[in-house]
């Protein structure tokens, strides 16, 4: 199949410019957590859902509403708490005693943006409502099925270290999120502007740079970013090496791992690999994409052993090993 | 002990060119009260170049005082001279009565070839107890001179063993370096054998693996890409295979090499890794240049080495 791969470079080049500009603009509120930043776009244009993981005070919801600030787009931040029910989320029907008639109420979650915060607080028929949302696009209130608006992103948080009266996500619901991400502290510097900013001073305004449009086109682009056949591959060795570690040379890993990555984890690795060459403005898929986003599309997706457990080894060191084992093409 | 070695001494003195005079003329109260006199040379023949040690021993028991030895004259020498001379007294007691000895040692050397003679010694002494003088008169000796002979140097014996050990230790430790070093010398060709055919290996791999007519040319590339990582990997040591081209990157940065040389191996990754994974859509020349490059580099990491092991 000839590819050419000059001409996607040039649209990426144009097209990706928006990058910058949401970039930019998110800097001005949020210091440093490029990473985070990075990944939100990366789901943004794969089309993933986020699930943001880091303990209270890293900006992750500060990061969510800056980004969709910076997006003309509609907003919705959902503060799940253990009362929520799942008409909360998804809406209801409302009966109208004018007409006698029922009426939909519809949502928050017809948005673009959604942040569900502090996921985990919330009871499991509430999460499956969100989940199931994320997955099918669409809601179905009473007899009616709406179709939700696209780009449709959930970013949800939870906090790691509190347990107490917390609802954690099943294995199953959690492998919907494309990537996970485990938010780190800021480095000195970084906190030095962060204080310095905080200090009184009024939080810089945040414009929209960017319209849903540019966005649903990108992912397009996206989509037409080449993957050779290698790196597909080689996305394939990873995904197969946390099912049968024996078989890639992985014998130390063998009883570590209960259960390895689903087919899931190949096909978002594959996009969110397209979406990272993307963010580079490259036209094309090479193993540092893969490798880059590979702990994020993988770390949620792997049950370790109890025996693991013991060993205090977690899905992280797990994948960790797998992604510096396997060949690179 | 100092008994054991005085009867030592008294029974060599017994043997020949031992002569011994009582005095005939004293009147000693008892024989073993008398003073006596006696004369000997260590030696019947000496050659020219040696000397021989004449040795004059006055003796008696009882009290210490009781004689006095008035005068001792030097020996009465035909061919002989003194070289040398000295005396020593001794006073103890041998079967619980006391013992005086008087010694006199002369050193004499020959003059030359044929007899020499010690003549005998007339040696006055003083009996106190009734005050009176009287002699000892000495044998005549006769030492015959023969032809001289190499001297012995014990010193420059010594000196000689001495130098000996010194040399079979030298020898040995020299045979130990020797050795050692060619071990060092044959390990390190060792060594350098190891990683010359690492180079030349890769060297005909290189020609043997990759086909610059190929008209896939992305198969070649990513022959080539990896053949560079395997060398890599096994030149310096690096997980080359299982990261990626900027990993690897940063991992040569971290090492001692030169900046050529990981700008060069930065160019050659990044050309395969456009050629492998942008569905081939590279300039034309571009596997021609990767292959100099890589040969050019593996040349030189040959040369460096073999310099350097120089």
């Given at each position: 199949m000839a590819v050419d791969i000059q001409a996607i470079n040039e649209k990426i080049k144009r097209e990706s410019e928006f990058v910058e500009k949401i970039t930019a603009e998110v800097s001005k509120v949020i210091v440093g957590q490029r990473y985070m930043i990075e990944r939100l776009l990366i789901g943004l244009l794969s089309n993933g859902h986020v699930l943001l993981e880091g303990v209270p005070g890293l900006a992750k919801t500060l990061a969510v509403k800056t980004l969709s600030a910076a997006i003309k787009t509609k907003f919705q931040r959902i503060q799940f708490t253990p009362d929520l029910l799942p008409a909360d989320l998804i809406g209801t029907l409302i009966y109208d005693q004018r007409n006698g008639d029922f009426r939909t109420k519809k949502g928050p979650i017809f948005s673009n943006l959604i942040l569900a915060d502090e996921i985990n607080r919330s009871p499991a028929k509430v999460q499956s409502a969100l989940l199931e949302a994320m997955m099918e696009r669409q809601v179905t209130i009473g007899e009616n099925t709406f179709p939700l608006d696209d780009p449709f992103l959930v970013l949800a948080t939870q906090n790691p270290i509190e347990q107490e009266g917390t609802y954690p996500l099943p294995e199953a619901q959690i492998d919907r999120f494309m990537l996970k991400l485990s938010i780190g502290y800021p480095n000195k510097e970084e906190e030095l502007e962060i204080m310095r900013r905080m200090a009184g001073r009024p939080v810089p305004e945040v414009k929209p740079v960017v319209d849903p449009a540019a966005i649903i086109s990108a992912r397009k682009l996206v989509s037409e970013v080449y993957i050779d056949e290698k790196v597909e591959r080689y996305i394939l060795d990873i995904v197969f090496a946390t099912r049968h570690p024996k078989e890639y040379g992985?014998?130390?890993l063998q009883d570590l791992i209960a259960f390895g990555a689903s087919p899931r984890a190949s096909i978002y690795l594959h996009q969110a690999s397209k979406a990272h060459a993307f963010l580079r403005r490259r036209g094309y898929v090479v193993p540092e994409d893969v490798r880059a986003i590979g702990m994020d599309v993988l770390r949620h997706r792997i049950i370790v052993t109890y025996e693991a457990e013991a060993e205090e080894k977690t899905a992280e060191d797990v994948v960790r090993t797998v992604l510096n084992k396997i060949e690179v093409p | 002990m100092t008994r054991l070695i005085f009867y030592i001494c008294l029974s060599f003195f017994a043997t020949n060119n031992f002569a011994q005079t009582p005095d005939s003329t004293a009147t000693p109260d008892s024989l073993a009260e008398a003073i006596t006199a006696s004369v000997q040379v260590d030696r019947k023949e000496v050659p020219q170049n040696f000397t021989v040690k004449f040795t004059l021993r006055i003796s008696w028991q009882g009290?210490?005082?009781?004689?006095?030895?008035?005068k001792v004259d030097n020996p009465v020498l035909t061919n002989f001279e003194i070289v040398g001379n000295s005396s020593s007294n001794w006073v103890g007691e041998i079967g619980g009565a006391k013992k005086i000895i008087q010694t006199y040692e002369y050193v004499l050397k020959p003059l030359s070839l044929g007899m020499g003679y010690i003549d005998g010694m007339i040696i006055d002494y003083k009996d106190t107890r009734y005050d009176e003088i009287h002699s000892l008169v000495t044998n005549r000796l006769e030492v015959k001179v023969i032809d001289p002979v190499v001297e012995t140097n014990w010193t420059l014996w010594l000196l000689t063993g001495v130098g000996l050990v010194l040399l079979v230790v030298l020898t040995v430790a020299a045979a130990i370096f020797i050795k050692r070093k060619n071990a060092r010398e044959a390990e390190q060709r060792r060594q350098m054998l190891q990683i010359i055919p690492l180079e030349e290996t890769y060297l005909n791999d290189l020609k043997q693996k990759?086909?610059?007519?190929?008209?896939n040319s992305g198969e070649s590339f990513s022959a080539l890409s990896k053949l560079l990582k395997r060398y890599l990997s096994e030149r310096y040591q690096i997980p080359a295979l299982e990261i990626t081209s900027p990993e690897i990157v940063v991992e040569l940065k971290k090492m001692a090499l030169s900046e050529k040389l990981i700008a060069q191996l930065e160019e050659v990754l990044s050309a395969c890794d456009l050629a492998k994974f942008s569905g081939g859509q590279v300039e034309s020349g571009t596997l021609e240049r990767c292959y100099t490059l890589f040969e050019d580099i593996l040349n030189r990491n040959k040369r460096e080495f073999i310099e350097s092991t120089n």
């Open positions: 992985l014998e130390e | 009290e210490v005082s009781r004689y006095k030895v008035e990759i086909n610059l007519n190929n008209s």
